[in-house]
């Protein structure tokens, strides 16, 4: 495990902030780290203020608290004067899927807790992957929505069949179907392991119409983290021995997930039994869609 300042559980927020009137926008890195580059000029373009942080390091960037993971609160309103706007997204590379991730079990904990917030809506941002990108193509964007989603808000499916689906937006689409939550994923095509541009202008100016938002989307303003460079060689030098001590505490997050006895979370008003069975899955980014 190469994230030595991320771990489970490790979540302040009041979640009073959230409510049935919030819209959640989501993104993590994935193939073309569509969703963090959408959701990283976002708050770098646009005004908001951080509410929540995952995390055991913190920094200040444009006088603003924030962390591995920050949830922000989004200054703008849509048609609908009661909705308000929530962004979560990973400020630095955490992969989702691969030698170097997370293990599954971060994801599907981060996705319950998130979901648990009984918000409007959730939409997650991400990219799927195709060998070379083909302007043929019906779209460059496909949407994945919920049944509920597509109830409330009349959004169709467009993904098309026999694809794989992994990591953060998995979890929420599963989470999100199982328990009828209306979950939207904006999936767009790249061909990339590194950030692909015009795929995230793309998923951005998808995301302007389903928003009615103004969001900037004539170009993509990138996150600058070389501040925090120093801190990563830190971890980088560090004796395997030492190293492995971070590994084994990560893991102490988790123990017993495999072997816990069955447990219940009730989200709010919603009535839900979540039988878990925790796994760490580490599947090569190649296979990343």
């Not at 989004?74 to 004067?81: G, I």
């Not at 170097?100 to 971060?106: I, K, R, S, T, V």
């Not at 460059?140 to 937006?169: C, H, M, N, V």
Request: with cysteine; charged share 30%.
């Amino acid at each position: 495990m190469k994230n030595p300042w991320l771990f489970l559980n490790n979540l302040t927020l009041d979640r009073d902030l959230i409510d049935s009137n919030t819209t959640v926008i989501i993104g993590f890195s994935g193939y073309g780290s569509v969703g963090t580059a959408v959701l990283n000029h976002m708050v770098e373009e646009l005004q908001v203020d951080s509410i929540g942080y995952w995390g055991t390091m913190s920094w200040f960037h444009k006088g603003i608290l924030e962390s591995p993971i920050t949830i922000y609160s989004l200054e703008m309103k849509s048609k609908n004067d009661k909705e308000k706007f929530i962004l979560i997204t990973s400020r630095l590379p955490i992969p989702v899927v691969g030698y170097e991730a997370l293990p599954d079990a971060f994801w599907r904990w981060l996705s319950t807790e998130i979901l648990s917030w009984n918000a409007k809506r959730y939409i997650i941002i991400g990219g799927l992957r195709e060998e070379v990108r083909n302007s043929s193509n019906d779209s460059w964007i496909t949407l994945i929505a919920t049944s509920e989603y597509t109830k409330q808000f009349g959004t169709l499916r467009t993904f098309k069949d026999d694809l794989s689906i992994k990591g953060p937006i998995s979890f929420l689409l599963t989470e999100g179907s199982a328990f009828k939550v209306p979950v939207l994923a904006i999936l767009s095509y790249c061909n990339t392991y590194d950030i692909d541009i015009d795929a995230g202008l793309m998923a951005l100016k998808e995301l302007e119409v389903i928003t009615g938002l103004e969001l900037k989307s004539e170009t993509l303003t990138e996150f600058d983290s070389s501040f925090l460079e120093n801190y990563f060689e830190f971890y980088d030098d560090e004796e395997e021995g030492e190293f492995e001590e971070y590994e084994e505490e990560f893991d102490e997050e988790f123990e017993g997930y495999d072997t816990q006895d069955r447990r219940s979370r009730q989200y709010s008003s919603r009535s839900r039994n979540l039988n878990r069975n925790f796994g760490n899955n580490k599947e090569d980014l190649d296979k990343y869609k």
